[in-house]
Every structure is written in C-alpha cells, then in structure tokens.
C-alpha cells in the first residue's frame, strides 16, 4: 500500500470510527426497506436517509463537545474527513463506493456464496456529510468558532492509473481501489458475514471488475473536508 493509499484508508477509518450504524435500521422491517444494499442509494426510502442523517448528527455533535472539552480558550483544532458537495446525500461523491460495493455482494448472494438477508442487514458505520451538515452542527454545540473550511476533491485511486479506457488501466484501477477499501472493511464484512478467506478474496476481485467498468466510463472523486475549528473564549 503506497502513502495515497495510507492517507485514504486512514481517513474512511476515521470517519467509520466517529459514525454508529444508525440505531433506527436495526429492526427488522426497517432494514428490509433497503434491500440490496449496504448504505444511502438513490434507492433508499426517505427513512433510511433520515435514520443515517440523525446518527451523524447525534455522533458529530457529541465528538465535537469531546474534543472542547481538551482544548483552552482560543485554542485550534484541525479536521480532515471524507464528506460530499451536495446537499443530497444520494449523490454519487458521496455514497457511490458503497453502491459498488453492494452490487458485487449481492453477485455473490446470486452465486449461493451469502445469504441475500445478510447483504439487507448491514448497514454500512459511515457518513458523508455535506458543508451545511457541518457548520449547523458545529453552530449548534457552539464551543467552537468555524475558522475555515474547504474542500478537496481526490481521485478514488488518487489519480495513479492515467488511462482507464484501456483493459489493463480498468484493472489497475479497480485493482487499487479494491485494496483500500478491502483494508478498511474487511474485519467488518468479516465478522458479519461469517466469509472465509477465499470468499473475501472473490469479493474483492469482482468488486475491482465493477470499480474499473465505473471508473472507466466517469472519474467519480471522493470530496475531502478540511475544518480549522477554534475554541471559544
């Protein structure tokens, strides 16, 4: 794995790591209404989008007051997280890789390799909040001044593979791609699913297939939030 592909699974990590599986998916009605997939899709019904909206916000503000509760008066605090531009939270910057991820799931649940009712009942630990998500949140805790805010766009393979049309380009790509987000779920799919080793490598390989097919055809960019945050006096 080179430096691109440590700082971006560093990043999915942290941002897994501050968002909770919404609690409102865990009955069993309500996470049937997302069938075949593992997050927020164009395909999700309003409540899964609103149950996913709440968690971060609950889970945001309070690691926002955390963090005051470490710093002095005047002090500063940097974040860098993933999140998208768009105020909907369907668009592809910032759920597509899940999108991805669900359908070469789902071609093993149509190979007898998982059970369909595993895929519909994960749900995937992870947010991308949009600037206004962001700045009403950190408005509303109110310990901290938002000093600047900006954001970045990064190639999901960091820009490495310069030609994705050709057979070659799409593997590679799809290829690295595959292991940084391999290396950041995979304990979790793991531990869900039950998957062998040997499953867990079928996965990644179809899911590298349908991430090259992706990127071959539009450059979808991750959307990086950079915040200087300061502590209010």
């Not at 941002?15 to 069993?28: A, M, W």
């Not at 009942?121 to 949009?130: I, L, V």
């Amino acid at each position: 794995m080179d430096l691109h592909q440590m700082e971006l699974h560093q990043k999915l990590l942290a941002t897994l790591k501050k968002i909770l599986v919404p609690v409102g998916l865990e009955s069993y009605a309500v996470k049937h209404l997302n069938k075949g997939k593992v997050y927020i899709s164009k395909s999700s019904p309003q409540s899964v989008v609103n149950a996913y909206s709440s968690q971060f916000q609950a889970d945001f503000s309070q690691f926002i007051k955390s963090r005051s509760q470490e710093l002095v008066p005047g002090g500063r605090m940097v974040l860098s997280f993933l999140g998208r531009k768009s105020i909907d939270p369907t668009t592809e910057d910032g759920c597509y890789q899940w999108e991805l991820l669900a359908e070469a799931l789902m071609s093993l649940v149509k190979e007898g390799l998982i059970e369909e009712e595993k895929v519909a009942s994960f749900n995937a630990p992870y947010y991308a909040p949009c600037a206004e998500e962001l700045k009403v949140e950190i408005l509303k805790e109110g310990s901290f001044i938002i000093n600047r805010l900006e954001a970045f766009e990064v190639d999901w393979d960091g820009g490495a593979v310069a030609d994705t049309h050709t057979e070659q380009g799409k593997m590679m790509v799809g290829e690295r791609v595959a292991k940084t987000i391999r290396a950041v779920v995979e304990s979790m799919l793991e531990s869900h699913f039950r998957m062998g080793q040997d499953t867990m490598d079928v996965l990644f390989i179809k899911f590298a297939e349908i991430v090259g097919n992706h990127l071959s055809k539009t450059r979808t960019k991750y959307i990086n939030f950079v915040i200087s945050l300061v502590r209010k006096c």
